[in-house]
């Protein structure tokens, strides 16, 4: 059966995405996104676009009576966490206040479902896999903000009936990213020509998914019967050192490292690993595409 969805932040990077897999399946995606990272060309032509930013309580009441969502998919935020090291203020305005106004504005047109996309850094600093169990602790304002609005949805959710899901979304790569992390600038360098790439901290691991099987995972959630937390990811970690490694292997060249200390982080995590046992378990969900071939893509490598 035919739904109607409605992906905030759905013109962006994991959203346009998604949206694809939404249409593909023959449901109806509404966006709402104010296009400040997104981009309209990147939507699929058959979802319907409302320029809206997810703090315009007002826009929200006013559309949602038309949108009438069954699933809602919330996806926008403030993400990278340099942009939100600088503006704090900002990133809790759009990550905590933007969620509650969603919230408030769902309360008169509740959906079946709210899949909230969350993150791993809601985790605490710490080796080896992290599971759902783990209990939250933070180290920075982005997984604060992004803790705090799951706590706002599953309050929300007790009281007006909606099945909550989130989803913490580890290390996401590929096409349509709009920040400049760590693999995008990598990619930038070399795909100049340049033998040489400048980075900052080599040693840090992290679990990097493409977002093709990121958005396969979010589809599949909002298809679920659970209403409880899952990680995303793919369950292995590599360091910046190999994520250069392996694109010296796809490229079938030397790549030159030169560390700069403007790009080395004060604080940063040595690895940040999911373990998504209960996403497998409860969806079926495998991550079909492995580094070395986003890498390729990326790279423009056949």
């Not at 998919?73 to 993400?79: E, G, R, S, T, Y």
């Not at 396969?216 to 590599?238: M, P, Y």
């Amino acid at each position: 059966m035919s739904r109607r969805i409605l992906v905030t932040g759905g013109a962006g990077f994991v959203g346009s995405h998604l949206v694809e897999l939404f249409v593909d399946a023959g449901d109806q995606a509404v966006v709402v996104d104010d296009l400040s990272r997104g981009d309209r060309a990147w939507l699929h032509p058959q979802a319907e676009l409302h320029e809206l930013d997810v703090r315009d309580g007002a826009g929200l009441r006013r559309v949602l009576p038309e949108i009438r969502p069954d699933v809602v998919v919330h996806l926008a935020a403030m993400h990278f966490i340099p942009a939100v090291d600088d503006a704090p203020a900002l990133a809790r305005d759009i990550n905590v206040g933007g969620t509650r106004a969603l919230l408030d504005a769902l309360t008169l047109q509740p959906p079946r479902v709210l899949v909230f996309a969350s993150t791993a850094a809601v985790y605490p600093d710490r080796h080896g896999p992290i599971g759902e169990w783990c209990p939250p602790d933070p180290i920075d304002v982005y997984g604060e903000t992004k803790l705090e609005g799951e706590r706002l949805l599953f309050d929300w959710a007790k009281e007006v009936g909606v099945r909550p899901i989130v989803a913490r979304i580890f290390n996401v790569i590929g096409k349509r990213e709009t920040n400049p992390h760590v693999i995008p600038e990598v990619v930038s360098q070399l795909r100049t020509g340049s033998r040489t790439v400048r980075v900052g901290n080599l040693a840090p691991r992290r679990d990097y998914t493409d977002v093709r099987d990121v958005a396969e995972a979010l589809r599949r959630l909002s298809d679920t019967q659970s209403h409880t937390t899952f990680n995303v990811g793919s369950g292995h970690s590599v360091s910046v050192a190999e994520v250069v490694q392996a694109c010296e292997d796809v490229l079938g060249h030397r790549v030159e490292v030169k560390v700069e200390q403007r790009r080395l982080r004060e604080h940063d995590r040595a690895e940040l690993r999911a373990d998504a046992t209960l996403l497998r378990k409860t969806t079926g969900w495998q991550p079909r595409w492995s580094l070395k071939e986003t890498l390729a893509e990326l790279l423009g490598v056949p």
